[in-house]
């Protein structure tokens, strides 16, 4: 037959459709290994080069405005990071990274905690193997899990916290963790509901027509 | 063009249900509605609803030349001033487009009547692309439809198409308003054909979209790149992230021109550039005086039949109430809709990308088509 038909040669749904649905991340979801310090050297009194120490601490400083809770005033930070250990949080430009930098100098009136540890994601030499260089391949793997800041709150000052404030050890050293749960998130205060007043105000079932 | 009575496939509701098509009945009515279909001759497919589909498209995209660069017309369809060079701007960069649906009144003889454009929050995608093709290749292999029988819709393989071409950022952001089930259905669907043409597709409820200095960001405070909102740019544009849109980084889908077409008042300015179009009601902006028989009235923004006052021409007077009476009115002549039994019957034409896509058919008790209208399903057969 030749005919050229006027429909679609197949309709088929993958996610509507839960039998056939995706596996969701998260299920199944292998913990990681990572390493957790107060300090660069602190890392590198652990086997660890301290050159990659450093590097894990310099990107996990460079997160740290971004990702760090904020709090509208120093009191309500101090409450929860303990006295003298809040900061003032500058703005950020979410826009327009080139410029954040200079940016970053600018004080937003927020605070933050201050930085008290680092999570290294993608060590280096296996934390208490001295062993040289490893046959570990070149880009190994990047690790799921990036450097990041850590934090200790005001009653609880060994426990390494991420800045959404999942504890993750409670020495320095190697830790197990799942990767989902210390991924990064922008911490500063996004305003929302913006958009839907008027299906607030006009009661429809449906906003299309 | 026919329409013939039939009898529901068994089960088919828990079937819709499974394949997440919650919506198809409402408020205890009929939404989808396969106790008949529609017959269409292929001649009457091709030469009455698809060529002038694509025509009238053209017509209108060429309008928007003339709009935007022109104060009294972006004034005439009441577009927010400080929008003006958005819009431009939008329009001037080919920002892409998806979709868009134009009604019309056609009875199966003479020329399809267009009744006003849907550009900017089609709904009724997931019936006509999906649940209609559907249904017809159950009727075909159940031997109750004649093999041959077919049906002008190739909307879900246009789509894909489009969704693999468009070059969207990634991830890409899906946004519908809470309550409502339905605009989630016509969202999830438009991710589903998205993440098969290998799209990072995320959802976030319209509400949740979050502004950090400007930028449109998700729950996570990371920028959108990209967004399909099913939402009205009119009421966007007068919220308080109205200015957001303004400096965020974001690619729209349907992008900020679409406001000009989703617009009545495309109407009068289509019929003022071509008028006499065989396609084409007479239609002007309204100037408030009375209605005289064989006319309508209708806002320049407004959905679902809302606000709607028409007066046949033996001068019965029908209206719709609604929540959209806070701009100006277009007024457009009757074409009233075919009957067929009792019921009256829409034309819905689909344009994905500048192609005809397929049809989805809508039935009422009245002249006015209402988003609780029946959903019946057609095919194509000489």
């Known amino acids: 037959m030749n005919k050229q038909f006027k429909r679609s040669k197949t309709a088929r749904l993958i996610m509507m459709v839960p039998a056939a649905g995706l596996v969701l991340a998260g299920c199944g979801e292998k913990p990681v290994e990572v390493q957790v310090f107060n300090t660069p050297d602190e890392c590198a009194a652990y086997y660890n080069p301290p050159a990659e120490c450093k590097a894990a601490f310099a990107e996990a400083k460079a997160l740290h405005p971004q990702v760090a809770p904020r709090y509208a005033n120093k009191q309500e930070c101090e409450t929860d990071f303990g006295i003298g250990q809040c900061e003032s949080a500058p703005v950020l430009a979410a826009n327009n990274t080139e410029t954040a930098p200079q940016q970053s100098q600018q004080s937003s009136g927020f605070f933050m905690p201050m930085m008290m540890g680092f999570m290294a994601g993608q060590m280096l030499n296996r934390g208490g193997m001295a062993s040289a260089p490893q046959q570990q391949t070149a880009s190994a793997a990047r690790s799921p899990v990036p450097n990041q800041p850590l934090y200790k709150s005001r009653d609880d000052r060994s426990t390494f916290r991420t800045a959404t404030n999942t504890a993750v050890a409670s020495q320095p050293g190697t830790t197990s963790i799942r990767p989902s749960a210390v991924q990064p998130k922008a911490g500063s205060l996004a305003r929302r509901g913006g958009f839907g007043a008027q299906a607030a105000r006009r009661s429809s079932s449906s906003f299309g027509g | ?382």
């Open chain 2, 1 to 382: 063009m026919k329409r013939i009575n039939c009898n529901p496939r068994p089960g088919w509701k828990a079937f819709a249900e499974s394949v997440g098509f919650n919506f198809h009945t409402f408020d205890g009515e009929p939404y989808w509605d396969e106790t008949a279909y529609y017959q269409f001759s292929l001649a009457q497919i091709e030469q009455d609803l698809e060529d002038p589909t694509e025509q009238l498209h053209q017509m209108a995209l060429d309008l928007v030349d003339d709009i935007v660069t022109s104060e009294q017309k972006l004034t005439q369809l009441a577009i927010p001033e400080p929008f003006w060079d958005a819009v431009l701007a939008s329009w001037r960069a080919k920002e892409p487009h998806l979709y868009g649906r134009m009604d019309f009144s056609y009875n199966g003889k003479g020329p399809a009547k267009l009744l006003e454009l849907n550009y900017d929050t089609p709904t009724s995608l997931f019936e006509t692309g999906f649940f209609q093709w559907v249904w017809l290749e159950d009727m075909l292999m159940r031997g109750t439809l004649p093999q041959g029988a077919d049906q002008f819709n190739s909307l879900q393989d246009k789509l894909q198409q489009a969704f693999s071409e468009l070059n969207l950022p990634q991830p890409f952001y899906f946004a519908s308003v809470t309550q409502s089930i339905e605009d989630k259905g016509t969202v999830d669907y438009l991710m589903d054909i998205a993440l098969q043409a290998g799209v990072n597709c995320r959802y976030i409820q319209l509400e949740q979209l979050g502004d950090i200095d400007g930028q449109l960001v998700d729950l996570d405070g990371f920028p959108i790149q990209g967004l399909f909102k099913l939402y009205p740019w009119e009421f966007m544009l007068q919220e308080d992230f109205a200015s957001t849109i303004l400096t965020s980084q974001t690619q729209f889908i349907e992008p900020l021109w679409k406001c000009l077409l989703s617009n009545k008042g495309i109407l009068p300015l289509l019929w003022q550039k071509y008028q006499g179009h065989p396609n084409l009601l007479p239609a002007f902006f309204d100037d408030g005086s009375s209605l005289q028989p064989g006319w309508l009235r209708k806002p320049l923004l407004s959905r679902e039949g809302a606000n709607i006052e028409l007066l046949t021409t033996e001068g019965k007077r029908l209206t719709q109430d609604g929540p959209y009476n806070d701009n100006g009115y277009i007024r457009q002549q009757l074409a009233p809709l075919p009957k067929f039994d009792n019921n009256y019957t829409l034309i819905g034409s689909w344009v994905v990308g500048d192609s005809a896509a397929g049809i989805g058919i809508r039935e009422d008790n009245s002249l006015i088509t209402k988003d609780s209208s029946r959903f019946v399903p057609h095919i194509i057969l000489d």
